[in-house]
């Protein structure tokens, strides 16, 4: 049975890849995602438009899980040798400087560590990473939250009472959201990024999604789902003291993804309409806050990993699930409130991952924001920066530009109804 066109109306289909693109092209490459179009599953990074699409690396390994630096000037991810080692490696959004951050033991050493795959890394304060792992490598052992440094040193032990997994780190670097089942069940925790602090912010005995943080580190947003995942209801709260803060009114739920923030005043999260069509409903924060699209998206039975890429509801991409007699994995990228959209779908692709900064017209990627005239040209380092353990160093040098946030307009896709 050939596949179903249903997807075709979308817009531009993106089956070209640009493996050999001039810098400056390179320069607006804003998502990184993960795809087997040449055979093995590597690392590329695409355009705002798709138009430009760009292999990182190269390896005979398999790439997962891209995680942007708050800079925008690095991406973390996982790589699963053929021996099946999973190690973290960091490479610059023109495939550059690729550098290994951890160099782990053989997995029957007491010691070893085995990263989790189908977790990104998080970036904390101090040019470090955190990532989840299982001590001595056991394929069965609980897990737990590790913090090693951008040079492979210090790597560190942040958590040991229970299994602790499911983290977001605050884009500040500086506090860590985590699920624990320490208690007796799953719920949202907090620590320093240091570990330090370690507190619980859930009490329900009901099944909590892991938490997302608000681009400027204020909120943090946890779904809390009814036993048989019919319902929902999105909690916000103060990430500086955990205060409860607002309680959406019980919305159907999808599947078991946590909302994912516009903006600091406004999320988005998943949910199906007749069993089988995927909604993107989004709620503004604030007296009488719920403000849904909502947004229909063309017979997507199968949609996961909702990503917005800036203060506005678009653009937005969502990892789909083509129909046919293969299921095959595409991004689809919802370009503007017309609903320009285009797919990403030459091979499989899947773990689409937004940079939080724009990037400069012309300006390579991974290089320094030019300096204010007359001021002297900054040092360009070797490899990542050199961890000092001290935050607001290394990769939050320069915080990312921020905008005032406006209200997200109201997105409209082709084949909204009947259907």
């Known amino acids: 049975?050939?596949?179903?066109?249903?997807?075709?109306?979308?817009?531009?289909?993106?089956?070209?890849?640009?493996?050999?693109?001039?810098?400056?092209?390179?320069?607006?490459?804003?998502?990184?995602?993960?795809?087997?179009?040449?055979?093995?599953?590597?690392?590329y990074a695409a355009s705002r438009d798709g138009e430009v699409q760009s292999r990182l690396t190269n390896t005979p390994g398999s790439e997962f899980d891209p995680s942007w630096s708050p800079d925008g000037r690095l991406i973390a991810y996982v790589v699963n040798t053929p021996d099946q080692r999973w190690e973290v490696w960091t490479i610059a959004p023109d495939g550059s400087g690729a550098a290994k951050v951890t160099d782990l033991p053989d997995y029957s050493g007491e010691a070893a560590l085995r990263p989790a795959g189908g977790l990104a890394p998080g970036w904390l304060a101090g040019s470090a990473l955190l990532i989840q792992g299982r001590p001595g490598g056991a394929l069965d052992g609980t897990w737990q939250l590790y913090r090693v440094n951008l040079d492979g040193t210090g790597l560190e032990q942040l958590t040991s009472a229970g299994g602790n997994f499911g983290f977001q780190v605050s884009p500040d670097g500086q506090i860590i959201a985590f699920m624990s089942d320490r208690d007796g069940n799953a719920e949202v925790y907090l620590m320093d990024s240091a570990g330090t602090n370690q507190r619980r912010l859930t009490f329900s005995p009901k099944l909590d999604s892991p938490a997302s943080i608000s681009s400027d580190s204020r909120l943090v947003a946890v779904s809390t789902f009814t036993s048989d995942f019919s319902r929902q209801t999105v909690s916000i709260y103060e990430l500086s003291t955990g205060r409860l803060l607002q309680v959406s009114q019980n919305a159907e739920s999808a599947t078991f993804f946590p909302p994912s923030f516009i903006s600091p005043e406004s999320y988005g999260f998943l949910r199906p309409e007749n069993g089988s069509k995927t909604l993107i409903g989004r709620f503004?924060?604030?007296?009488?806050?719920?403000?849904?699209?909502?947004?229909?998206?063309?017979?997507?039975?199968?949609a996961s990993n909702l990503r917005f890429a800036s203060g506005d509801v678009t653009p937005l991409s969502l990892d789909v699930v083509l129909p046919g007699d293969t299921p095959q994995l595409a991004i689809l990228v919802v370009q503007d409130t017309a609903g320009v959209s285009f797919l990403i779908n030459q091979g499989n692709n899947f773990e689409a991952a937004w940079s939080p900064v724009a990037p400069v017209e012309g300006e390579a990627p991974g290089a320094a924001p030019p300096a204010p005239e007359g001021s002297p040209a900054p040092e360009t380092p070797e490899g990542p920066p050199a961890s000092s353990g001290e935050a607001g160093e290394g990769i939050y040098s320069t915080p990312p530009s921020t905008t005032t946030p406006t209200a997200p307009p109201v997105i409209t896709l082709p084949g909204a109804g009947g259907m």
């Open 1 to 43: 049975m050939p596949r179903t066109p249903t997807l075709l109306a979308l817009g531009l289909l993106i089956t070209a890849t640009a493996l050999a693109q001039p810098l400056s092209s390179l320069a607006a490459l804003e998502l990184a995602f993960i795809s087997d179009r040449d055979g093995n599953q590597e690392l």
């Open 284 to 302: 503004g924060l604030g007296p009488g806050g719920e403000d849904p699209f909502p947004a229909p998206l063309p017979n997507l039975e199968q």
